[in-house]
Protein backbone atom coordinates (compact mmCIF):
# COMPACT_ATOMS: atom_id res chain seq x y z
CA UNK A 1 0.00 0.00 0.00
CA UNK A 2 1.52 3.32 -1.09
CA UNK A 3 1.05 6.20 1.53
CA UNK A 4 2.85 8.92 -0.85
CA UNK A 5 2.41 10.49 -4.35
CA UNK A 6 5.19 11.16 -6.58
CA UNK A 7 6.58 14.53 -7.68
CA UNK A 8 4.17 14.69 -10.25
CA UNK A 9 1.45 14.76 -8.07
CA UNK A 10 2.95 17.14 -5.75
CA UNK A 11 3.40 19.65 -8.90
CA UNK A 12 -0.04 19.35 -9.29
CA UNK A 13 -1.03 19.59 -6.00
CA UNK A 14 1.02 23.34 -5.92
CA UNK A 15 -1.17 23.93 -9.26
CA UNK A 16 -3.84 23.16 -7.27
CA UNK A 17 -3.26 25.67 -4.07
CA UNK A 18 -1.99 28.28 -6.37
CA UNK A 19 -5.73 28.35 -8.01
CA UNK A 20 -7.05 27.91 -4.81
CA UNK A 21 -5.20 31.03 -3.10
CA UNK A 22 -5.89 33.29 -6.14
CA UNK A 23 -8.92 32.43 -7.06
CA UNK A 24 -11.28 32.55 -3.67
CA UNK A 25 -12.02 35.59 -2.16
CA UNK A 26 -10.33 36.24 0.71
CA UNK A 27 -13.40 37.13 3.03
CA UNK A 28 -15.15 34.61 2.59
CA UNK A 29 -17.99 35.69 0.61
CA UNK A 30 -19.61 33.93 -2.14
CA UNK A 31 -22.47 35.47 -4.10
CA UNK A 32 -23.68 34.33 -7.32
CA UNK A 33 -21.50 36.53 -9.68
CA UNK A 34 -18.20 34.87 -7.80
CA UNK A 35 -20.06 31.10 -8.26
CA UNK A 36 -20.94 31.68 -11.64
CA UNK A 37 -16.83 32.93 -12.55
CA UNK A 38 -15.55 29.96 -10.60
CA UNK A 39 -17.49 27.67 -12.58
CA UNK A 40 -16.55 28.81 -15.38
CA UNK A 41 -12.74 28.81 -14.29
CA UNK A 42 -12.85 25.21 -13.16
CA UNK A 43 -14.89 24.11 -16.30
CA UNK A 44 -12.14 26.05 -18.39
CA UNK A 45 -9.34 23.89 -16.34
CA UNK A 46 -11.34 20.94 -17.40
CA UNK A 47 -11.13 20.12 -13.03
CA UNK A 48 -15.26 19.20 -13.48
CA UNK A 49 -14.93 15.85 -14.55
CA UNK A 50 -11.06 15.90 -13.88
CA UNK A 51 -10.62 12.15 -14.71
CA UNK A 52 -13.19 11.63 -17.35
CA UNK A 53 -11.48 10.95 -21.11
CA UNK A 54 -10.65 14.32 -22.67
CA UNK A 55 -12.39 13.16 -25.97
CA UNK A 56 -15.96 13.38 -23.82
CA UNK A 57 -15.22 16.68 -22.46
CA UNK A 58 -13.16 15.71 -19.30
CA UNK A 59 -9.68 16.41 -18.03
CA UNK A 60 -8.32 13.05 -18.63
CA UNK A 61 -6.41 13.39 -15.58
CA UNK A 62 -5.51 10.59 -13.48
CA UNK A 63 -6.56 8.78 -10.67
CA UNK A 64 -4.22 10.30 -8.15
CA UNK A 65 -4.39 13.58 -9.52
CA UNK A 66 -8.39 13.36 -8.91
CA UNK A 67 -7.58 12.03 -5.60
CA UNK A 68 -4.99 15.26 -4.84
CA UNK A 69 -8.05 17.51 -6.64
CA UNK A 70 -10.94 16.76 -4.70
CA UNK A 71 -8.98 16.81 -1.57
CA UNK A 72 -7.37 20.27 -1.58
CA UNK A 73 -10.61 21.32 -2.80
CA UNK A 74 -11.82 20.36 0.38
CA UNK A 75 -9.59 21.43 2.61
CA UNK A 76 -10.05 24.87 1.40
CA UNK A 77 -13.89 24.62 1.82
CA UNK A 78 -14.00 25.50 -2.01
CA UNK A 79 -17.14 25.39 -3.52
CA UNK A 80 -18.14 21.91 -5.66
CA UNK A 81 -16.59 21.15 -8.97
CA UNK A 82 -19.00 21.55 -10.82
CA UNK A 83 -22.85 21.83 -10.27
CA UNK A 84 -24.69 18.59 -11.32
CA UNK A 85 -23.75 15.85 -8.22
CA UNK A 86 -25.45 13.11 -9.33
CA UNK A 87 -24.54 13.62 -12.71
CA UNK A 88 -20.81 14.07 -11.95
CA UNK A 89 -21.07 11.32 -9.68
CA UNK A 90 -22.01 8.75 -11.38
CA UNK A 91 -24.66 9.48 -14.07
CA UNK A 92 -22.29 10.49 -16.61
CA UNK A 93 -19.53 7.42 -15.54
CA UNK A 94 -22.41 5.27 -16.27
CA UNK A 95 -23.49 6.96 -19.50
CA UNK A 96 -19.24 6.82 -20.67
CA UNK A 97 -18.98 3.24 -19.95
CA UNK A 98 -22.51 2.20 -21.35
CA UNK A 99 -24.35 4.35 -23.45
CA UNK A 100 -24.33 4.87 -26.85
CA UNK A 101 -22.14 7.63 -28.81
CA UNK A 102 -25.32 9.96 -29.47
CA UNK A 103 -26.11 9.15 -25.56
CA UNK A 104 -22.79 10.43 -24.71
CA UNK A 105 -23.32 13.76 -26.90
CA UNK A 106 -26.57 14.11 -25.57
CA UNK A 107 -25.92 14.31 -21.96
CA UNK A 108 -22.41 14.54 -21.18
CA UNK A 109 -21.65 18.29 -22.01
CA UNK A 110 -24.74 18.96 -20.10
CA UNK A 111 -23.90 17.54 -17.04
CA UNK A 112 -20.00 18.83 -17.47
CA UNK A 113 -22.00 22.24 -17.84
CA UNK A 114 -24.03 21.67 -14.85
CA UNK A 115 -27.42 22.52 -17.32
CA UNK A 116 -29.82 20.48 -14.97
CA UNK A 117 -29.69 17.87 -12.35
CA UNK A 118 -30.00 14.20 -12.47
CA UNK A 119 -32.10 12.26 -9.70
CA UNK A 120 -31.88 8.45 -9.22
CA UNK A 121 -34.64 6.08 -9.40
CA UNK A 122 -33.67 3.07 -7.54
CA UNK A 123 -35.28 2.36 -4.16
CA UNK A 124 -38.43 1.32 -3.62
CA UNK A 125 -40.70 1.05 -0.62
CA UNK A 126 -40.67 -2.61 -0.96
CA UNK A 127 -37.16 -2.99 -2.14
CA UNK A 128 -34.55 -0.76 -0.71
CA UNK A 129 -31.96 -3.01 1.67
CA UNK A 130 -32.43 -5.53 -1.50
CA UNK A 131 -32.55 -3.54 -4.46
CA UNK A 132 -32.81 -6.28 -6.68
CA UNK A 133 -36.51 -6.76 -5.23
CA UNK A 134 -37.39 -3.85 -7.01
CA UNK A 135 -40.85 -4.48 -9.37
CA UNK A 136 -41.11 -0.82 -11.00
CA UNK A 137 -42.43 -2.21 -14.25
CA UNK A 138 -41.45 -1.65 -17.59
CA UNK A 139 -43.20 -3.23 -20.77
CA UNK A 140 -41.61 -2.96 -23.92
CA UNK A 141 -44.12 -1.59 -26.98
CA UNK A 142 -42.79 -1.20 -29.96
CA UNK A 143 -39.62 1.77 -29.84
CA UNK A 144 -40.80 2.40 -26.53
CA UNK A 145 -40.90 1.75 -22.90
CA UNK A 146 -44.35 1.86 -20.90
CA UNK A 147 -42.94 2.08 -16.99
CA UNK A 148 -45.53 1.61 -13.88
CA UNK A 149 -44.58 1.63 -10.41
CA UNK A 150 -43.23 3.90 -7.56
CA UNK A 151 -39.42 4.61 -5.87
CA UNK A 152 -39.21 6.42 -2.66
CA UNK A 153 -36.01 8.36 -0.92
CA UNK A 154 -35.11 9.70 -4.32
CA UNK A 155 -32.88 13.04 -3.74
CA UNK A 156 -33.65 16.37 -5.46
CA UNK A 157 -36.66 14.47 -7.90
CA UNK A 158 -38.60 17.79 -7.25
CA UNK A 159 -35.48 20.33 -8.96
CA UNK A 160 -34.29 17.62 -11.68
CA UNK A 161 -34.57 17.43 -15.14
CA UNK A 162 -33.17 13.71 -15.74
CA UNK A 163 -34.00 10.15 -13.77
CA UNK A 164 -31.64 7.48 -14.47
CA UNK A 165 -34.25 4.82 -13.40
CA UNK A 166 -34.07 0.81 -12.90
CA UNK A 167 -37.57 -0.81 -13.86
CA UNK A 168 -37.66 -4.42 -14.12
CA UNK A 169 -38.44 -5.87 -17.78
CA UNK A 170 -38.75 -9.35 -17.12
CA UNK A 171 -40.58 -11.21 -13.95
CA UNK A 172 -39.26 -14.60 -14.98
CA UNK A 173 -35.77 -14.82 -14.57
CA UNK A 174 -34.42 -17.17 -11.90
CA UNK A 175 -31.79 -14.56 -11.09
CA UNK A 176 -33.31 -11.61 -9.24
CA UNK A 177 -30.29 -9.72 -10.65
CA UNK A 178 -31.62 -10.34 -14.14
CA UNK A 179 -34.26 -8.63 -15.72
CA UNK A 180 -33.54 -5.66 -14.66
CA UNK A 181 -33.05 -2.70 -17.05
CA UNK A 182 -31.71 1.15 -16.82
CA UNK A 183 -33.45 4.04 -18.38
CA UNK A 184 -32.64 7.16 -18.59
CA UNK A 185 -35.79 9.51 -18.29
CA UNK A 186 -37.19 12.78 -18.57
CA UNK A 187 -38.68 14.15 -15.57
CA UNK A 188 -41.78 16.04 -17.03
CA UNK A 189 -42.26 13.59 -19.56
CA UNK A 190 -46.20 12.43 -18.94
CA UNK A 191 -47.10 10.37 -16.17
CA UNK A 192 -44.52 11.06 -13.45
CA UNK A 193 -45.80 12.78 -10.16
CA UNK A 194 -43.39 13.58 -7.74
CA UNK A 195 -44.16 14.28 -3.77
CA UNK A 196 -41.42 15.57 -1.89
CA UNK A 197 -40.95 14.06 1.45
CA UNK A 198 -39.55 16.81 4.54
CA UNK A 199 -37.05 15.59 7.11
CA UNK A 200 -36.23 16.00 10.41
CA UNK A 201 -34.84 19.86 10.14
CA UNK A 202 -37.97 20.99 7.52
CA UNK A 203 -36.06 20.62 4.67
CA UNK A 204 -36.69 18.00 1.63
CA UNK A 205 -34.32 16.91 -0.54
CA UNK A 206 -35.81 13.27 -0.91
CA UNK A 207 -39.08 12.18 -2.74
CA UNK A 208 -42.10 10.12 -4.02
CA UNK A 209 -41.95 9.41 -7.61
CA UNK A 210 -44.83 7.60 -8.87
CA UNK A 211 -45.08 6.11 -12.51
CA UNK A 212 -48.22 5.60 -14.44
CA UNK A 213 -48.15 4.73 -18.22
CA UNK A 214 -44.64 6.65 -18.54
CA UNK A 215 -43.32 6.16 -22.04
CA UNK A 216 -39.63 6.03 -22.52
CA UNK A 217 -38.45 5.89 -25.89
CA UNK A 218 -35.42 2.72 -26.60
CA UNK A 219 -33.24 5.19 -27.23
CA UNK A 220 -33.08 6.02 -23.55
CA UNK A 221 -32.33 2.80 -22.78
CA UNK A 222 -28.38 2.43 -20.90
CA UNK A 223 -26.97 -0.54 -21.36
CA UNK A 224 -28.35 -3.63 -23.13
CA UNK A 225 -31.98 -4.68 -21.73
CA UNK A 226 -31.97 -6.68 -18.62
CA UNK A 227 -28.33 -5.56 -17.57
CA UNK A 228 -29.66 -2.55 -15.61
CA UNK A 229 -28.10 -4.23 -12.48
CA UNK A 230 -24.42 -4.20 -14.34
CA UNK A 231 -24.74 -0.42 -15.32
CA UNK A 232 -25.98 0.03 -11.18
CA UNK A 233 -22.88 -1.73 -9.63
CA UNK A 234 -20.57 0.33 -12.09
CA UNK A 235 -22.05 3.52 -10.85
CA UNK A 236 -22.39 2.91 -7.43
CA UNK A 237 -18.61 2.48 -7.43
CA UNK A 238 -17.67 5.63 -9.08
CA UNK A 239 -19.96 6.90 -6.10
CA UNK A 240 -18.02 4.99 -3.47
CA UNK A 241 -14.54 5.00 -4.38
CA UNK A 242 -12.89 8.09 -3.44
CA UNK A 243 -11.02 8.88 -0.21
CA UNK A 244 -11.57 13.03 -0.54
CA UNK A 245 -15.06 12.71 2.18
CA UNK A 246 -12.09 12.14 4.97
CA UNK A 247 -11.22 15.43 4.70
CA UNK A 248 -14.29 16.81 5.20
CA UNK A 249 -15.32 14.59 7.81
CA UNK A 250 -11.76 15.97 9.43
CA UNK A 251 -12.73 19.50 9.01
CA UNK A 252 -15.84 18.70 10.73
CA UNK A 253 -14.03 16.82 13.65
CA UNK A 254 -11.68 20.02 13.78
CA UNK A 255 -15.10 22.44 14.10
CA UNK A 256 -15.91 20.33 17.03
CA UNK A 257 -12.95 20.65 19.00
CA UNK A 258 -13.44 24.25 18.81
CA UNK A 259 -17.08 23.75 19.48
CA UNK A 260 -15.75 21.92 22.84
CA UNK A 261 -13.30 24.38 23.82
CA UNK A 262 -16.17 27.58 23.63
CA UNK A 263 -18.51 25.43 25.15
CA UNK A 264 -18.56 24.67 29.19
CA UNK A 265 -19.41 22.24 30.88
CA UNK A 266 -19.53 22.02 34.82
CA UNK A 267 -17.43 25.50 34.95
CA UNK A 268 -15.00 24.43 32.49
CA UNK A 269 -14.50 23.58 28.93
CA UNK A 270 -15.79 21.01 27.67
CA UNK A 271 -12.97 20.19 25.40
CA UNK A 272 -11.24 19.53 29.05
CA UNK A 273 -14.07 16.65 30.08
CA UNK A 274 -12.66 13.31 29.62
CA UNK A 275 -15.68 12.01 28.15
CA UNK A 276 -15.80 14.21 25.34
CA UNK A 277 -12.08 14.39 24.91
CA UNK A 278 -12.51 9.87 24.64
CA UNK A 279 -15.00 10.43 21.79
CA UNK A 280 -13.57 12.89 19.66
CA UNK A 281 -10.14 11.08 20.32
CA UNK A 282 -12.48 7.40 19.15
CA UNK A 283 -13.86 10.02 16.10
CA UNK A 284 -10.05 10.77 15.02
CA UNK A 285 -9.21 7.45 14.84
CA UNK A 286 -11.59 5.90 12.59
CA UNK A 287 -11.27 9.26 10.54
CA UNK A 288 -8.11 7.92 10.49
CA UNK A 289 -8.80 4.22 9.53
CA UNK A 290 -10.99 5.77 6.67
CA UNK A 291 -8.48 7.45 5.16
CA UNK A 292 -6.12 4.46 5.22
CA UNK A 293 -8.50 2.62 3.62
CA UNK A 294 -8.74 5.19 1.19
CA UNK A 295 -5.03 4.46 0.15
CA UNK A 296 -5.48 1.08 0.08
CA UNK A 297 -8.05 1.22 -2.93
CA UNK A 298 -6.02 4.09 -4.40
CA UNK A 299 -3.79 1.95 -4.75
CA UNK A 300 -5.39 -1.44 -6.09
CA UNK A 301 -6.58 1.37 -8.50
CA UNK A 302 -3.53 2.42 -9.49
CA UNK A 303 -2.25 -0.82 -10.16
CA UNK A 304 -4.60 -0.72 -12.88
CA UNK A 305 -7.32 -3.31 -10.08
CA UNK A 306 -11.07 -3.14 -10.65
CA UNK A 307 -12.72 -1.49 -6.40
CA UNK A 308 -15.79 -4.00 -5.33
CA UNK A 309 -17.66 -4.77 -2.74
CA UNK A 310 -14.67 -3.33 -0.38
CA UNK A 311 -15.56 0.04 -0.84
CA UNK A 312 -18.89 -0.50 1.38
CA UNK A 313 -16.61 -0.14 4.50
CA UNK A 314 -15.61 3.55 4.24
CA UNK A 315 -19.30 4.07 3.22
CA UNK A 316 -20.34 2.46 6.60
CA UNK A 317 -17.67 4.17 8.17
CA UNK A 318 -18.93 7.70 6.71
CA UNK A 319 -22.50 6.92 7.55
CA UNK A 320 -22.46 6.11 11.09
CA UNK A 321 -20.18 9.20 11.98
CA UNK A 322 -21.80 11.09 10.30
CA UNK A 323 -24.54 10.62 12.84
CA UNK A 324 -22.13 10.50 16.11
CA UNK A 325 -20.71 13.30 15.05
CA UNK A 326 -23.79 15.39 15.31
CA UNK A 327 -24.71 13.79 18.15
CA UNK A 328 -21.71 14.75 19.85
CA UNK A 329 -22.02 18.58 18.46
CA UNK A 330 -25.53 19.18 20.40
CA UNK A 331 -24.07 16.81 24.02
CA UNK A 332 -21.25 19.70 24.05
CA UNK A 333 -23.53 22.08 23.54
CA UNK A 334 -25.39 20.88 26.96
CA UNK A 335 -28.63 22.47 27.34
CA UNK A 336 -28.39 24.85 24.17
CA UNK A 337 -28.32 21.88 22.04
CA UNK A 338 -32.03 21.43 21.48
CA UNK A 339 -32.00 25.01 20.91
CA UNK A 340 -33.12 26.20 17.42
CA UNK A 341 -31.33 28.74 15.06
CA UNK A 342 -32.73 32.14 15.73
CA UNK A 343 -31.57 32.20 19.34
CA UNK A 344 -28.52 34.13 21.01
CA UNK A 345 -27.86 30.96 22.78
CA UNK A 346 -26.91 29.01 19.74
CA UNK A 347 -23.15 28.60 19.10
CA UNK A 348 -22.64 29.20 15.29
CA UNK A 349 -26.19 30.39 14.43
CA UNK A 350 -27.79 26.88 14.83
CA UNK A 351 -25.28 25.39 12.36
CA UNK A 352 -24.64 22.12 14.86
CA UNK A 353 -28.43 21.81 14.82
CA UNK A 354 -29.11 21.63 11.67
CA UNK A 355 -25.84 19.37 10.67
CA UNK A 356 -27.30 16.39 13.37
CA UNK A 357 -30.46 16.90 11.71
CA UNK A 358 -29.29 16.21 7.96
CA UNK A 359 -27.56 13.30 8.54
CA UNK A 360 -30.14 11.58 6.55
CA UNK A 361 -29.58 12.86 2.98
CA UNK A 362 -25.99 10.98 3.98
CA UNK A 363 -26.92 7.91 5.40
CA UNK A 364 -29.51 6.85 3.26
CA UNK A 365 -28.12 8.24 -0.09
CA UNK A 366 -26.57 5.77 -1.65
CA UNK A 367 -27.66 2.67 0.46
CA UNK A 368 -27.97 2.71 4.26
CA UNK A 369 -25.72 1.44 6.81
CA UNK A 370 -27.93 -2.26 6.97
CA UNK A 371 -27.06 -2.76 3.24
CA UNK A 372 -23.58 -1.58 3.69
CA UNK A 373 -23.41 -4.33 6.50
CA UNK A 374 -25.06 -7.12 4.56
CA UNK A 375 -22.50 -6.57 1.33
CA UNK A 376 -19.73 -6.45 3.26
CA UNK A 377 -21.29 -9.67 5.10
CA UNK A 378 -21.89 -11.77 2.12
CA UNK A 379 -19.22 -10.46 -0.74
CA UNK A 380 -16.24 -9.81 1.67
CA UNK A 381 -16.69 -12.19 4.47
CA UNK A 382 -18.49 -15.12 2.79
CA UNK A 383 -20.95 -15.37 5.39
CA UNK A 384 -24.84 -16.76 4.31
CA UNK A 385 -27.14 -14.03 3.39
CA UNK A 386 -29.91 -13.44 5.67
Given amino acids: MDFGFGPEEERFREEVRGFLAETLPADGKRDMAFLQEWNRKVREKRWVGFSWPEEVGGGGGSIAQQVI ?75 EYVVNGQKIWTSIAMWSKWMILLV ?92 ARECAR ?45 TSINKLHRAQLEVELGELALEIQGSRGPLAAGSDLVPAAGDWQRFALSWPEVVIGGGTPNIQKNIIAERILGLPKD
Fill in 266 to 310: GGRPASEDPAIRQRIARADARIEAMRLNGMRFLTRQLRGEKLGSE
Fill in 168 to 259: RTDFEVENKHDGITCLLVEMESPGITVRPIKNMSGGAMFAEVFFDDVRVPVGNRLGAEGEGWKVTVSALAHERSGIAEVTGLQRRLEGIREL
Fill in 69 to 143: LKEEMARAKAPPLGSCFMGLAWVGPAIIEYGTEEQKQRFIPDILDGTYQWCTGYSEPDAGSDLATLKCKGVLEGD
